[in-house]
């Protein structure tokens, strides 16, 4: 049974970076095939995917947060983690980790597990 938990702060300062770790339990997040993301809601745009760590460590991340967006991972703690740079009120959000199942290493997978998510707040 695979469970997720999202940590970090709730509350960053405009200009900041926002940083936030998920740890995975009942499963390895370097086990072929399995796909680690951030997903993030917000009342105006919904969900959105932000990036994704693969099972190997590689990475890819939305084209809109690109610039500002740096997933890592560490194997021993079996956890990974978000950071997001030069953050302003509009990446006030619930920020989600999940993980997707793919069949190989093509990037092609489907969300079956989710954290609970975590509320951010990008306030001064």
């Known amino acids: 049974q695979v469970q997720l938990q999202e940590s970090g702060p709730g509350l960053v300062k405009p200009s900041q970076t926002l940083s936030l770790t998920c740890t995975v339990s009942?499963?390895?997040?370097?086990?072929?095939?399995?796909?680690w993301s951030w997903i993030r809601q917000t009342p105006g745009k919904g969900l959105e995917w932000m990036g994704v760590i693969a099972y190997t460590g590689n990475t890819n991340y939305s084209p809109s947060l690109k610039s500002r967006t740096s997933i890592s991972r560490d194997t021993s703690k079996n956890q990974f983690t978000l950071q997001l740079s030069s953050v302003t009120p509009e990446d006030t959000a619930v920020y989600y980790c999940?993980?997707?199942?793919?069949?190989?290493?093509?990037?092609?997978?489907?969300?079956?597990?989710w954290g609970q998510g975590t509320q951010v707040t990008v306030s001064s």
């Open positions: 999940a993980r997707g199942e793919g069949t190989s290493g093509d990037w092609k997978y489907e969300v079956d597990y």
């Open positions: 009942g499963g390895s997040i370097a086990t072929s095939y399995y796909y």
